[in-house]
């Protein structure tokens, strides 16, 4: 096991692959010469050359546009976005174009491409460079969604992502990158589709996803030696598909759930997962479904603002504090 | 660069002497007869194709949009030709015609305009989203502009690959004033992408000609900014569309980056079918109709060279009839879609 940041896991991810497929390249705004200007992909420049490993200009829609035609005859491009806030500049060929040829095309034509890019709050960026929109594209069919928590997590579902013969959609969160954590070594690759249990308890189930599920394991390690209450805390990772499997039987388990989702509320991903939890196991709930999120707002850029909207684990603890009692 | 542009489209004020060489020959460039003859029929097969698209419409068994490319035949002809096996091609939604000159089988063409199980895309792309891997036709695209970075990515994939294959990519003139056109092409430049952009100028952007929307009228040069040569071709004379394909097709694949084709021609229907087209006067449609059909053209071509007799023309167009009458019968006679195939090929199976 080595230790490595987040930023080094996406770096170590994208190694390992164009390391064993040359079908793997690499483009986006400032990933080369610059390794990123979240340093996520320091030294891919120098391994792998510049044919493979590529900056592009300002170009969002040219970006996706191009890692669409090489997906279609065959390559296995990986393109940054670099906030995700920009996703909205491309979004055409993100939904309408990526999302839907292979249906259009009956099968014909599959699109293995990775979309990477920064999203979520806590960096005092403003509304425009700190959103979490993850259920963006959740909504829309034929994109996978994912959205790692740690540094192994990165390494091996980035990996599997590349790997998969879908357009995988890689949510990393800016506020993790500095973030240490234990990678195996060699090779190593994870399942897409899984959740994680990360902690049992008998209270109730926690969902988190990205930057929450540290939060929420927090949350839960202080609800358990102030309070007494006992959560399962799952990561996520996976939207689409999602592991419903693992959730429910988790849910079941301790007859409470509760989310914590950095997406503004309306229409979050926690409203999927209380949606499925409600018709698929309702009679085995003992309390209504808590979701824990950002408020319906564009995040501020002041301090004492974007604390008060994304959740923290005060507010994880004091809400499910408040629904347990 | 675009200063040695030709200009010579069919709605400009061209020069009296110009048309007549146009009407009567074509403008200096030398074909073989039995290419010109394929090309005549390729058009043919497209005119015959989209008028029984056309009455299948009218009929109720053609649902949704159907955007006929009747009058517009000689672009993709005349281009396609140009290529090799291999090249690529993407376009946008006014696609029936690209796919018959890409070699894709009318029946199946004609049986996803019907929704039927037959088609290209088992009835869930439609008139607007077909594809053959097997004939590099990457689609029918149905977002304005949209196939512009799509074929700069095909292009992309060529060079990456070390494939000598080029991407052509075919948009109409209202996209040219799309932001991701730009990107794509100074994208393009900027890696000497093997891209040939081919911009149907058919004056009409839906229902605003291209004097209301675009502030120059010279469409070739929107490559201007990142060096893209543009040159502007008459895109209803099929050899003069060859000819200049073929002179780009060259450039790019000798490795000098891309290229852009600027094709003048015109659409004689509405933007789609539910398009009376009340935005243009009937006079200057029958004008076009009677004095510029790129396959009249071709036509007189072959008749003035004395290679084929208006009887050979004739059976040419009962073949291509029947051809045609089979897609329909075939399209008509195929089930409909498997009610299962609604949630396939959304994902790739795990």
């Given amino acids: 096991m080595a230790e490595l940041t987040y930023r080094e896991a996406v770096a ?145 579902l980035l990996a599997a992502a590349i790997r998969d013969d879908d357009p995988v959609v890689f949510f990393e969160h800016k506020s993790l990158y500095a973030v240490k ?29 990205a930057a929450m599920v540290p939060k929420a394991l927090a949350a839960a390690e202080r609800l358990a030696a102030e309070h007494r209450i006992e ?48 018709e698929e196991c309702f009679w085995d709930l003992d309390a209504p479904i808590v979701r824990i999120t950002t408020p319906h707002v564009p995040l501020p850029s002041a301090d004492n603002l974007e604390d008060a909207t994304v959740p923290t684990v005060e507010r994880i603890v004091a809400t499910l504090r408040q629904a347990i009692d | 660069m675009p200063a040695s542009a030709k200009r010579k489209g069919p709605s400009e004020p061209h020069a009296p002497e110009e048309a007549a060489k146009s009407r009567n020959g074509h403008a200096g460039h030398e074909v073989d007869p039995g290419l010109l003859l394929k090309f005549y029929r390729d058009m043919l097969l497209i005119r015959r194709f989209e008028e029984r698209a056309g009455q299948l419409y009218g009929m109720g068994l053609i649902g949704g949009f159907c955007h006929l490319y009747i009058g517009q035949e000689a672009v993709v002809v005349g281009l396609q030709h140009a290529l090799k096996d291999g090249d690529r091609v993407v376009t946008t939604y006014r696609d029936h ?161 891309p290229r852009i084709l600027e094709m003048q021609t015109y659409r004689y229907r509405g933007h789609s079918m539910s398009d009376p087209a009340k935005y243009r006067s009937r006079d200057e449609v029958t004008r076009m109709r009677t004095e510029r059909d790129p396959i009249d053209h071709a036509g007189r071509l072959l008749l003035a060279a004395g290679t084929v007799t208006e009887d050979k023309l004739k059976e040419i167009d009962r073949e291509v009839r029947a051809a045609v009458a089979e897609a329909a019968e075939f399209a008509q006679n195929s089930p409909e879609p498997d009610p299962a195939e609604l949630y396939t090929d959304v994902l790739v199976p795990a």
């Fill in chain 2, 97 to 257: 015609g690209h796919m018959l000159a890409c070699g894709m089988d009318p029946k199946g063409v004609m049986a996803e305009l019907t929704g039927r199980r037959t088609g290209y895309s088992k009835g869930k792309g439609g008139s607007m989203h077909m594809f053959s891997r097997e004939k590099n036709f990457y689609g029918g695209h149905g977002i304005v502009g949209a196939s512009v970075p799509i074929g700069t990515g095909l292009g992309f994939a060529a060079k990456y690959t070390g494939s000598d294959a080029i991407a052509v990519t075919y948009f109409g003139d209202g996209a040219v004033n799309q932001g991701q056109v730009h990107e794509s092409m100074n994208m393009a430049a900027l890696w000497h992408l093997p891209v040939l952009y081919v911009i149907e100028n058919n004056k009409y952007g839906m229902g605003t000609s291209v004097e209301r929307a675009s502030a120059s009228k010279e469409l070739f040069r929107v490559g201007c900014y990142a060096g893209v040569p543009g040159e502007q071709t008459d895109g209803m004379d099929v050899v003069a569309v060859h000819e200049a394909g073929r002179k780009a097709v060259d450039y790019i694949r000798s490795g000098q980056g």
């Fill in chain 1, 231 to 278: 959560a399962t805390v799952i990561d996520v990772r996976s939207l689409v598909p999602l592991d419903t499997e693992t959730i429910l039987r988790e849910v079941v388990k301790t007859g409470r759930v509760a989310t914590v989702e950095e997406n503004p509320r309306l229409c979050g991903w926690g409203a999927e997962i209380a949606s499925i939890v409600a």
């Fill in chain 1, 12 to 156: 170590a991810g994208i190694a390992q692959e164009m390391a064993r497929d040359p079908n793997v390249v690499f483009l986006g705004e400032d990933v080369a010469a610059a390794g990123g200007v979240f340093k996520a992909t320091v030294g891919l420049l120098e391994q792998f050359g510049p044919r493979r490993v590529r900056d592009t200009p300002i170009s969002e829609q040219a970006i996706l546009g191009a890692a669409m035609g090489a997906a279609m005859t065959g390559l296995r491009p990986i393109a940054e976005i670099m906030f995700s806030d920009f996703l909205a500049v491309c979004w055409d060929i993100v939904a309408n174009e990526i999302a839907k040829t292979r249906y259009m095309t009956a099968g014909q034509v599959t699109l293995p491409l990775v979309i990477r890019t920064a999203n979520g709050g806590g960096s005092r960026f403003g509304a425009q460079h700190s959103q979490s929109v993850e259920n963006w594209a959740m909504a829309v069919p034929g994109l996978k969604v994912v959205a790692p928590s740690n540094p192994a997590d990165v390494k091996g």
């Fill in chain 1, 181 to 209: 954590g234990e990678v195996p070594d060699g090779e190593h690759i994870e399942r897409l589709g899984t959740a994680k249990v990360l902690r049992d308890g008998r209270d109730v189930t926690v969902l988190a996803l």
